[in-house]
């Protein structure tokens, strides 16, 4: 399986903007959809972005559609998460992660989850 780093959390206010970089391990990169999962404290964890090996058209959780945008490099096993106009309810623990697919509706499914990332931590507050 491939082997995931999450990078580029940090302290923001609201209303300010992040970019989370998630760099996979192996050649065959671009075989996987790569998603992001966040955990706020005391909830669970639920699927906020992803997008297919080939790209396409990405999957946004409504919460945070038109304010995130996800993109990736498969030349540089790489994809980032651009967040902007971040909000409190932002506030969480975000997983980077790669499976074999992206929704085409409803939630994204922990179940198919191969690899986990590291946490980054995201924190929005004035």
């Known amino acids: 399986d491939v082997q995931l780093q999450a990078s580029g959390g940090g302290l923001v206010k609201p209303g300010g903007s992040l970019t989370l970089s998630c760099a996979g391990s192996?050649?065959?990169?671009?075989?996987?959809?790569i998603g992001w999962f966040r955990q706020a404290p005391g909830k669970e964890r639920e699927g906020v972005s992803c997008?297919?090996?080939?790209?396409?058209?990405?999957y946004y959780t409504d919460s945070v559609k038109g304010r995130f945008t996800i993109s990736r490099d498969n030349a540089r096993n790489t994809v980032h998460l651009a967040m902007n106009n971040l909000k409190s309810s932002d506030t969480a623990v975000y997983y980077c992660?790669?499976?074999?697919?992206?929704?085409?509706?409803?939630?994204?499914?922990?179940?198919?989850?191969?690899?986990w990332g590291q946490g980054t931590q995201v924190t929005v507050s004035s």
């Open positions: 997008i297919r090996g080939s790209g396409g058209s990405p």
């Open positions: 192996t050649s065959t990169f671009n075989d996987y959809a």
């Open positions: 992660t790669a499976g074999p697919g992206c929704p085409l509706r409803g939630n994204m499914d922990i179940g198919m989850v191969h690899s």
